[in-house]
């Protein structure tokens, strides 16, 4: 609804509610003022008239009194009938029976006492006729009723047209100026600025106009410089997809990418006979180009391998850089048959190609592993799985060449085994899967039983309920270079026992390392910043390092030996006697701890050879101021043996079976700080 018309409409209102007072209640209310002023005023002249006939009543001149009267009834033509009597009811004027009249609305009838005594002379009666002065006051109603609403219309009038120009007009304006403002237009005309609220608000709007014309101006030049923005980022976006999905040297589909196009063509497969074919490709003689020449060299090498890979394969072939120096290719529609004769293909077109950087030249070649993808295929993790065992097979049978995937494959059914324990052991390593038992080395001769117990730490692992033995897993760990992280599982949760638990006994618990362990110096920092913490826990710990790794590592060994040595560790040196020159490197490895191989052991009651070679083991070890551990005690005849050999210590399964660690007698639980094992 428009202002004016609720303008309009209010003082419609306004006018009907007081019109409606003036003639329902203040005209009706003039009216009876006007009859109640004018019987007042009859009343008054009756008065009058009562007390001008006191003295004629006392003197008795009642002709007199007729004469006033009838001049009085003469003179006032509204009185319809006036009346003297005393008291007692005689009747003094008129003399004769007046004529009865009928009361009505205009009549009214009044009485007054003549005399101040009681009781009083006599009582004048009037009955006057008020019908003149009812219609004089329904007249002046009238007119006062026209000139009322005529005044009020006028009023009402200009208090509209007053409203319209101060108020309405100015307020338009400003609504136009504000739909003009929504649209971008700054310019519309306002109202002329008064000194009243609506000046103030045209002038509150002007400011706020402006502003807004200065913001405006300002949020173009925002939108300019976002939208400028955000072309970038959308050109920085293709290019980050573009990266996120290739390789950044070679331009080729990345891993995670061929991953994924993998997973479509595996999904598009369903229960179809479309056939495809997987390659895993690894470049060989890639690592001597890189080492001799330096990775300027063999990034260059990997640029020229992608252009001849490229052109070998067809247009719907997906080709892809995985890591280092491996590639994939997915061939669509391609059957082994045909696989094969492309994979020959490549291997040839590798092999007679000749990489030249600076003066030298180097000739590479491809080992390459194929495997069919069909609607047989479960995964794409186990797809490249196959696909990189049957690489490894084609490195294995003498490189460059194809090796395609076989569930038959004995060699390849060794090879996924030990993949399927390498991710199993890392999901172990995630969720703490590994468990520790411990088995006793018992002292053999009573003088070096010092009160010290001692145990050899052992690995089990738990793999959905099934207690695992570490032969089965210890070969994949350590070809895929997860044993490091292993034993560091082992050793922080021996240092997390040993500072949980407490002992009154004197104790030693062996720890086994593997070769790669020996070489890696975080492993080491991380073992000596327990130790430098814990310095009473060094005493406790052997580690244990097994002939062949030490002698394969023996500079590793021989520094990472002396580093912990220093911090109170022992060594032993496990499976003594199996290497080619066991005794020429005793000198090289400052252990604490021989530890006769349990082939020498078993049969040292019966094989006169073994019992020798134990026998000379123990003197040479001896002379070099080592206790000897004979490993495989498994009967009381082999103890006895031992015993009279004069070895130090025994272990087998009849001095005492591996046992959780946490169910050693010597230990009871408290409390401990550990938080220095996050490190």
Known sequence: MKLRTKLFVLLTLFATAFLSYVHLYWLPQLKTTIIEITEKEYESHLRSVAEGLVPLLLEGQLANVHETLNALSEDNENWIQLSLKTPQGVKLYPLDDPKPYMASATTVLQEV??????????????VSDLSHKIKVAHQLEQQLSIALSLLIFLFFIGIAIALDILVRRPLRK???????????????????????????????????????????????????????????????????????AHDSLTGLTNRREFERQLSDTLSNIGSSEE???????DLDQFKVVNDTCGHVAGDELLKQVTGLLSQQIREQDVIARLGGDEFGILLKYCARNDALKLGNKICTALSSYRFSWKDRVFTIGASIGGVQVDHNSHSIELLLSEADSACYMAKEKGRNRVHFFSETDEDLTSRKDEMLWSSKLTKALQEN??????????????????????????????NDGELVLPGA?????????????????????VILFLLTHRT???????????????GNMAFLRHIETVLISNPSLASMLCFEVTESEAVRNLTHARYFIDCLRQLGCSFALDDFGTGM?????????????LKIDGSFVREVTAETV???????????????????????????????????????????YHLGKPAPLTEIKHFIHVESNIAFLDD
């Open 610 to 652: 073994d019992r020798i070679t134990v026998k000379a083991i123990n003197e040479i070890g001896v002379a070099m101021g080592m206790k000897i551990v004979a490993e495989c005690v498994e009967s009381e005849a082999v103890k006895i043996t031992l015993e009279k050999i004069g070895i130090t210590y025994g272990q087998g």
């Open 473 to 493: 897993f210890i070969p994949a760990a350590e070809r895929y270079g997860i044993i490091s992280e292993i034993d560091r599982w082992v050793f922080d949760a």
């Open 433 to 462: 899967a590994f468990l520790l038992y411990a088995q006793p080395i018992i002292p053999l001769q009573s003088r070096d039983d010092e009160g010290r117990y001692s145990y050899e730490i052992l690995l089990r692992l738990n």
């Open 504 to 518: 009154e006994s004197q104790l030693q618990l062996n720890i086994n390392l593997s070769g790669l362990s020996l």
């Open 174 to 244: 400003l609504s136009l100026a504000s739909e003009k403002l929504a649209s971008g237009d700054y310019m519309e005309a306002l109202p002329k600025v008064q000194n009243d609220e609506i000046g103030l608000l045209t002038q509150n709007f002007s400011v706020m106009r402006e502003a807004l014309k200065n913001q405006n101006m300002d949020l173009r030049g925002e939108i300019d410089k976002h939208r400028r923005t955000s072309d970038a980022l959308k050109i920085a976006k293709q290019t980050a997809d573009f990266q996120a």
């Open 113 to 126: 006492e003549i005399g101040f005594m009681d009781p009083p002379l006599a009582i004048l009666t009037l």
């Open 275 to 281: 056939i495809h074919t997987l390659f895993y490709i």
């Open 581 to 593: 020159c066991s005794f020429n490197y005793l000198k090289n490895l400052p252990v604490d701890y």
